[in-house]
């Protein structure tokens, strides 16, 4: 894939990067609390997530598909890196991210990115739901200042936990975070330009420093200093046996990520009017997500808030994603050691806003209220996310998601006899033309509407079998409503023209549309019909059927056809 830079940024000028600066600058002091915070929740020191914040965040500006896309570490991953640091540890969530990063790149190189929007909504609403719930209930102990909880995988072991050490809630960390939290909700309301989130943290820090000192736990209390510095470029020890342990967690990673990606992108399409590229999004997420674990940063994606909040600022041009990573990095160098002051405290509530931001709670009631088999997936992948693990939702979700499509579809195939109506001059076959004192013993015509895959080709195949109690010399399958036919309905098909030769009979095909007709080119079976045996039209297959049936064989019936025969009047001809 060629990347082109010019296109993005034509037309750039002093005015627009003036535009760009002020929105990379906001966007980045954004960026700073929630890079940190994610990081802590994930089980990670919370400078991991400044890393990953800089890098990232000008990897996916300068090589993503989104003109607006702001990348880094995001709440839909907290619960997954969480789980990868607990069972793997922090050195292979790195070798992790790194291989996801490659299954991303490759992704975008094939061209997969418009499958990924394929994955249905109730899906994504579901795990993304479960996603914020394990958030919030994860913030509980730090916004409470709970102390000596066991940290574990499972929900409800962690329920446990909350509930066993409930007797340890420190009131300064109930303050502090209370103090955060309002300034949070109030912030955007009052001055809707400063980052609440950052008013929070700065109020809420400064009051636990100066009025209750050493009384609640801190960044530098729990994590030690946050250095003013980069760390040196650390390559993983890939092996195979890495590979092999890893690429399940890697592979969720970079599903996860993809989606969230290509997700934050079709938001900033809508608020901005532009268009993006999902496969070179998918290449730029794999390319940062390939080099941020070098510098010890944790998985990144494209964040919907801090991409909104580019394009509310006023962003012109992907470089206002570079500025905010330089903002990041400036911040990083020069203010680390003060950030080592920060209570937990002051960190849950922002997690918890982020969370409650992101449960899509109106679009879960919404598809919950329609009470469909839909309603049922939703629930179910929530359920799985919450009380199990995301990769479990996810594939459940998928499967029930699939079954439910394929009733749908068989639902929708209709295989019916007809017979000429010469009332209807548009609609030449009708299948209430057929009774029992109107019918033909030698000539059978079936309209067949519908997909015809897997999931209805056996039924196709049993209707046509069981409707023909006789044998007919000639059978005509109208196919001209049938968008599209795979190998099972392409073995069925072959298994009913096989039996009518068996017995001396043959099958015509009319109307056959693009897709059908190739797919019986390349099993050959279009060969075994005979190309002789396929029209156009259903009124030609009529009168070339007509043909086949000579007087000693036709028995002196009046057969039913277009113009060539009248109507049929005695069946028992």
Not at 196 to 219: E, H, M, N, Q, R
Not at 423 to 442: D, G, I, L, T, W
Not at 539 to 558: E, H, I, M, P, Y
Request: charged share 15%; glycine share 10%.
């Amino acid at each position: 894939m060629k990347f082109s830079f010019s296109g993005r940024f034509q037309g750039y000028n002093g005015k627009k990067f003036q535009k760009d600066l002020i929105s990379g600058l906001i966007v980045g002091i954004v960026a700073i609390p929630l890079g940190m915070a994610f990081a802590i929740a994930s089980g990670v020191k919370p400078e991991y997530g400044l890393y990953t914040t800089f890098v990232a965040g000008i990897l996916i500006s300068l090589f993503g598909g989104s003109k607006f896309q702001i990348g880094g570490p995001t709440g839909a991953f907290i619960p997954i890196l969480f789980a990868i640091v607990m069972q793997y540890g922090y050195e292979n969530l790195l070798i992790a991210g790194f291989m996801a990063g490659v299954i991303l790149l490759f992704m975008g190189i094939f061209k997969l990115g418009g499958v990924i929007k394929f994955i249905p909504r109730p899906v994504t609403i579901g795990f993304t739901t479960g996603i914020a719930v394990t958030i919030f209930t994860g913030q509980i102990a730090n916004f409470l200042g709970l102390h000596n909880l066991e940290k574990h995988q499972e929900f409800l072991a962690n329920m446990k936990e909350l509930g066993i050490h409930m007797s340890t809630i420190n009131r300064y960390s109930v303050l502090t975070a209370v103090i955060c939290l309002v300034l949070i909700i109030l912030t955007p309301k009052l001055l809707p330009r400063i980052p609440g989130s950052l008013v929070g943290i700065l109020i809420s820090t400064v009051a636990a420093s100066l009025f209750y000192p050493d009384k609640v736990a801190t960044i530098g209390s729990t994590y030690g200093s946050i250095p003013n510095n980069l760390p040196g470029l650390h390559f993983p020890a890939l092996s195979i046996e890495h590979i092999q342990s890893l690429i399940k967690p890697a592979f969720v990673i970079a599903m996860l990520g993809g989606i969230e990606s290509l997700l934050s992108a079709v938001v900033a399409d809508g608020m901005s009017g532009s268009r993006h590229n999902s496969n070179r999004e998918l290449i730029g997420q794999g390319i940062a997500n390939m080099i941020t674990p070098l510098l010890g940063g944790i998985p990144a994606t494209g964040a919907i808030a801090r991409t909104a909040t580019n394009i509310k600022s006023g962003a012109e041009s992907p470089f206002s994603g570079v500025i905010h990573g330089i903002v990041v990095l400036l911040v990083l160098f020069l203010f680390a050691p003060y950030a080592s002051n920060i209570p937990l405290a002051s960190m849950a509530p922002i997690l918890m806003v982020v969370a409650w931001n992101m449960s899509e709670r109106k679009e879960f009631a919404h598809v919950l209220k329609t009470k469909t088999a839909e309603s049922f997936v939703l629930l179910i992948t929530f359920l799985l996310t919450v009380f199990t693990d995301l990769t479990t939702a996810v594939e459940v979700g998928l499967v029930l998601s699939g079954i439910i499509f394929v009733k749908h579809m068989s639902g929708l195939l209709v295989t019916a006899k007809v017979l000429p109506d010469p009332s209807n001059k548009n609609e030449k076959v009708a299948a209430h033309m057929v009774n029992e004192q109107h019918n033909c013993p030698q000539i059978s015509i079936y309209t067949v509407e519908g997909a015809l895959f897997f999931g209805v080709a056996n039924m196709f195949e049993k209707s046509i079998m069981d409707e023909i109690h006789y044998k007919p010399k000639v059978l005509i399958l109208k196919m001209g409503n049938v968008p599209y036919l795979d190998t099972t309905g392409e073995s069925n098909l072959s298994s009913i023209v096989k039996h009518f030769n068996k017995h001396g009979g043959s099958v015509i095909i009319s109307e056959l549309q693009n897709q059908p007709h190739q797919m019986l080119q390349k099993t050959g079976l279009d060969e075994y019909i005979g190309q002789e045996h396929f029209f156009e039209k259903t009124g030609d297959a009529v009168s070339f059927a007509l043909t086949k049936l000579n007087q000693s064989q036709c028995l002196g019936c009046k057969h039913f056809a277009f113009r060539e025969c009248r109507q049929l009047s005695n069946p028992r001809v």
